[in-house]
């Protein structure tokens, strides 16, 4: 099976075609330079001819000297006298092949004169020294490309890992729920577990997509927060705001609910009078979502766990939402504060 063409190399092609089509067409299409002498040696068929020669030059250079012997095998020597030797045939070959060329009409019946010195080694000089060039700068575009690959590549493995992370440290926290649940409220343990296997189903068939929609996220995080009702009842007021104008627009799964786990794990335990008020605004071009909630200082200091989700959280927004993300943390009179805007895509 013949293997597809890459578009890069396709335009590549098309660019060499169209420029070795420009330098030999256009001094033909200009015609015959009857007050030059040099018009002497212009004939359309030998500048065609010429033209292949130089191309000659220019690809054995690029494409095989200096990738291959120079480069690849470093072998200085080797290439300056390959190069010397095409570089005397070409020139050989140009002045051998002159005289098999009429004249043009305005000067038929005259003899050929012998062409002048930089007429054979001027252009072959240049046309090495643009291979040379070519060569270079292809290379160094090889590189930036290989370059962007793997760090690509890289970015793509630190995701998949930011997010198994997520998935686990979700999943502990959710047990340790219902754990507490039996032991103060074991009635409130089936609807907890129904509401668990919808998260559980969330986080199986969903979590795995590279994006998920809006109305997608909104029923998460409502199933979620549903969850935590159950367990705590009216211990804790929680405030939820949630107006999706474009509940088609997607964003990347498990992105939000870090941030609602947080409160919820330290808005919820030795505090005077816990809230926990949660905002999720979208439309068609910004995602605003705020959470706040009270805390106790001392409880968190004992967490030796706390902020491992909110830095996996922090480093994915700088991966996947680079300059279009704004991300504001307050801790203030025991009051913790998060502000997240997304400018989606």
Request: one cysteine or more; charged letters at 15%; glycine letters at 4%.
């Amino acid at each position: 099976m013949i293997k597809r063409l890459k578009p890069a190399v396709i335009i590549e092609g098309f660019i060499h075609a169209l420029f070795w089509a420009f330098i030999t067409i256009t001094p033909v299409m200009s015609g015959p330079y009857a007050d030059t002498p040099h018009s002497l040696f212009f004939d359309a068929r030998h500048f065609i001819f010429i033209n292949l020669l130089l191309a000659i030059q220019f690809y054995v250079n690029a494409f095989f000297l200096v990738p291959v012997i120079l480069n690849k095998n470093k072998k200085i020597g080797l290439y300056f006298t390959l190069l010397f030797l095409l570089f005397i045939l070409l020139s050989l070959i140009m002045v051998y092949i002159r005289p098999h060329f009429p004249l043009p009409p305005a000067f038929a019946g005259m003899r050929h004169h012998a062409p002048p010195f930089g007429f054979n080694v001027f252009p072959l000089a240049a046309i090495t020294a643009a291979s040379f060039a070519y060569r270079y700068l292809a290379d160094q575009f090889k590189i930036i490309n290989n370059k962007r690959d793997i760090t690509n590549a890289a970015l793509v493995s630190e995701l998949a890992f930011l997010r198994s992370q997520i998935s686990p440290h979700f999943i502990f926290n959710v047990i340790n729920s219902v754990v507490a649940l039996s032991r103060f409220n074991p009635g409130e343990v089936e609807p907890t577990l129904i509401q668990l296997s919808k998260l559980m189903r969330y986080m199986l068939y969903i979590n795995d997509q590279e994006q998920v929609t809006l109305l997608q996220k909104e029923d998460y995080l409502r199933s979620y927060i549903e969850l935590q009702q159950l367990r705590f009842h009216n211990t804790v007021k929680v405030d939820c705001n949630f107006s999706i104008t474009s509940p088609q627009k997607t964003i990347e799964p498990m992105l939000l609910i870090p941030f609602v786990e947080n409160a919820f794990k330290h808005g919820t335990g030795d505090v005077a009078e816990p809230f926990i008020d949660i905002t999720l605004l979208a439309d068609d071009g910004v995602l605003i979502f705020r959470v706040e909630n009270m805390y106790n200082p001392a409880d968190l200091n004992k967490d030796e766990s706390h902020g491992i989700g909110l830095n996996n959280v922090k480093r994915r927004l700088q991966l996947l939402y680079p300059g279009m993300h704004r991300l504001d943390i307050f801790n203030q009179d025991n009051t913790y504060k998060v502000n997240l805007q997304i400018r989606l895509k």
